[in-house]
């Protein structure tokens, strides 16, 4: 799979802000979950971690 270029993750990234931002910051939770790291900072500037 083709990786999305980063305007693209950018542009997905700002309508879930808009929209979602409570999956959103679940999401990056997860992520952060998966990467062993914490998520200290989420997409709206909520320290999440």
């Known amino acids: 799979l ?3 270029a980063p305007d693209e993750v ?6 879930y802000q808009r929209n979602m931002p409570e999956t959103l910051l679940q999401i990056l939770r997860l ?4 990467c062993g790291r914490e998520v200290t900072r989420g997409p709206l500037g909520v320290a999440t971690g």
């Open 31 to 34: 992520l952060g979950d998966l």
């Open 2 to 4: 083709a990786k999305p």
């Open 10 to 15: 950018a542009a997905v990234l700002a309508v």
